[in-house]
Nanobody, 123 residues
Framework: QVQLVESGGGLVQAGGSLRLSCAAS????????MGWYRQAPGKGREFVAS?????????????DYADSVKGRFTISRDNAKNTVYLPLNTLTPEGTAIYYC???????????WGQGTQVTVSS
């Protein structure tokens, strides 16, 4: 059974930080792009960041970010643990959302989504 399990969300004051984790299991994710998306109250789901598979793992993968988070969030991965991280730095109330992990690959099974982790930023 494929699972993407997010963790690390919570309540934080504006200017604070959280570190999100996404642990992937249940199949090989070779070739999959791992990404983070978020959905704020009353809004659609939007892209936040992603890391591509390159060579034999994610170590040389391209990193992509939404303009709104560039310079504040840095996606990273632990190949051995099949886990992707997203530190959320200098959070603003606009960062309040459910953050979802996604694994996708063209012409392959998926995409797969996690159930999300709530991030709430108080002003």
């Amino acid at each position: 059974q494929v699972q993407l399990v997010e963790s690390g969300g919570g309540l934080v004051q504006a200017g604070g930080s959280l570190r999100l984790s996404c642990a992937a299991s249940g199949r090989s994710f070779s070739g999959y792009t791992m990404g983070w998306y978020r959905q704020a109250p009353g809004k659609g789901r939007e892209f936040v960041a992603s890391i591509n598979w390159s060579g034999g793992d994610w170590s040389g993968g391209r990193l992509d970010y939404a303009d709104s988070v560039k310079g504040r969030f840095t996606i990273s991965r632990d190949n051995a643990k099949n886990t992707v991280y997203l530190p959320l730095n200098t959070l603003t109330p606009e960062g309040t959302a459910i953050y979802y992990c996604r694994a996708g690959r063209p012409l392959a099974a998926g995409p797969y989504w996690g159930q999300g982790t709530q991030v709430t930023v108080s002003s």
